[in-house]
């Protein structure tokens, strides 16, 4: 009464912020039931608090928005302390019989012990733990817990903190199989356990799903994977050696056609020399040769020709070395112009009793060139300079 006077006392001075003050501060005492009152008086005194803080805030526009948050935070609270102050009262007055009635059915034997039980009465269920009873007098000492601090308290955080969200889900029930506790909305997934509380205490059935996975993710997480690694390490040894053995045939046939090529020229080198050296021979060895003059100059065309024979024998030798890794160059400084005019001269020699001219036009002082003179023009034309 006294703080409800100092409140209308201070709003009567115009010390608004005092008075909402004052009358929070009795708001917040009524609601965490500092004083034994009856309804009619805690009615009373809440509705005086609670309506003048509401006129404040409708009066003051500057802290309207303040005043109105803190009282719907005071009646949320005061809400949540009448429902369990009403189950209270409710068990008191028609539970207590009820309880009586199980205590005596329990006997001695059991309540020596303790025992824990869920009472339901009156349309309620009450979560009841007997200590010991109190000899002759009917009674007992005990604690009635709040399930939904049960419920939303302790045992939400431990399953949200045990229970991994990515590969599961779980549903709390109450004794009509309803859901009385959940993730997130309806569960997903195929159930894989149910699980009750130690005793039965409280009588919830825990129920855990077990998320749906991708295929790929569930053949990979079975025990049946170790088949398909080995499958894949076989396949994938099996995939290499084929690459391995398509890329040998491959080579191989490249490496034949390369020998076949090679052949086919050869042959064609050797047998224009042969050619020409047997024609001319027949003829001379005929006497069909008509003056001294062409008969000298197939001579030449002879040792000519020998000389390409024998340059191509050589350079056979020399493929056969270089495979067998045996044929060694000898790079130097030659002049580039001089190389060229030796490969000039050579191919003049072999073209030129088929009426064929070659020429060479070389650009003055090009720079030298590291080359094996011998290997580009043979041992006749050799033209280097050492830098």
């Known amino acids: 009464m006294a703080r409800l006077e100092q409140g209308s006392l201070l709003l009567m001075t115009g010390d608004s912020l005092g008075a909402r003050a004052a009358f929070t501060d009795l708001y917040e005492r009524l609601v965490d039931g500092e004083w034994m009152l009856e309804r009619a008086q805690y009615e009373f005194f809440a509705g005086q608090a609670g309506d003048s803080i509401g006129g404040m805030a409708a009066r003051a526009a500057g802290s309207a928005g303040s005043s109105q948050s803190t009282l719907a935070d005071l009646r949320a609270r005061e809400a949540e302390r009448r429902e369990i102050t009403e189950r209270l009262i409710l068990f008191q007055e028609r539970a207590g019989e009820d309880l009586a009635a199980r205590i005596s059915r329990a006997g001695d034997g059991a309540l020596n012990t303790g025992s824990r039980f869920t009472l339901e009465s009156a349309g309620q269920s009450y979560l009841v733990s007997l200590l010991y009873p109190v000899r002759g007098e009917g009674g007992g000492w005990g604690l009635l817990f709040d399930a939904d601090y049960l419920r939303d308290g302790l045992l939400r955080p431990a399953l949200e903190e045990y229970v991994d969200p990515a590969t599961s889900d779980w549903v709390v029930r109450g004794k009509d199989g309803s859901a009385i506790l959940a993730r997130d909305g309806s569960p997903t997934g195929s159930l894989t356990l149910n699980a009750t509380l130690a005793g039965n205490f409280p009588p919830w059935l825990i129920e855990f799903y077990q998320r749906p996975r991708s295929p790929y993710r569930r053949l990979f997480a079975s025990g049946q994977s170790i088949y398909l690694y080995t499958f894949l390490l076989i396949a994938s040894i099996l995939i290499f050696g084929l690459a391995l053995t398509v890329r040998a045939v491959t080579h191989e046939l490249e490496l034949a056609r390369l020998k076949s090529d090679f052949v086919s020229t050869v042959s064609h080198e050797f047998k224009s020399p042969l050619t020409s050296i047997r024609q001319l021979a ?106």
């Not at 003056?291 to 000298?296: A, D, F, I, N, V």
Request: charged residues 30%; hydrophobic residues 40%.
């Open 282 to 387: 027949e003829m001379l060895q005929g006497g069909r040769v008509p003056s001294e003059e062409r008969r000298q100059r197939y001579y030449d065309v002879l040792v000519e020709q020998s000389s390409r024979l024998s340059s191509l024998v050589t350079n056979i030798l020399d493929l056969a070395r270089i495979e067998e890794g045996r044929k060694e160059f000898r790079f130097e400084a030659v002049d580039a112009g001089e190389l060229v005019r030796d490969l000039v001269a050579t191919t003049q020699h072999r073209v030129g009793h088929e009426g064929f001219v070659v020429e060479a036009r070389v650009e003055e002082a090009l720079p030298p060139v590291r080359a094996d003179a011998v290997a580009a023009c043979g041992p006749r034309a050799r033209h280097g300079i050492v830098t």
